[in-house]
């Protein structure tokens, strides 16, 4: 099945979040730009570390406007590019 083409907040989101983590973790903007929901993160990349996790997360709270409390972040979240996405879209609805 195709993936559902992308609402204008969804697509925003989407650049936003993929702008943070090429500058978060140091990586090329094409190689984040080739991201798909099922691309692991956290575990799998050797740049997404527990101190980017921080990073990440400070620079969800100025892009998006966001006050993330602890209870709002769980480990999974950080799992894959989707899971981030929906966490994200979560914390912005």
Do not use: H
């Amino acid at each position: 099945m195709a993936a559902q083409p992308l609402t204008d907040d969804a697509a925003a989101t989407d650049a936003t979040l993929r702008a943070l983590l090429a500058e978060t973790l140091g990586l090329s903007e094409a190689r984040v730009a080739a991201f798909d929901a099922d691309t692991e993160l956290f575990g799998a990349l050797p740049e997404f570390d527990s101190m980017a996790v921080a990073n990440l997360l400070t620079g969800l709270e100025e892009r998006f406007d966001l006050l993330i409390e602890d209870g709002d972040v769980e480990a999974e979240d950080f799992a894959t590019f989707g899971s981030l996405t929906a966490f994200v879209e979560r914390l912005t609805a």
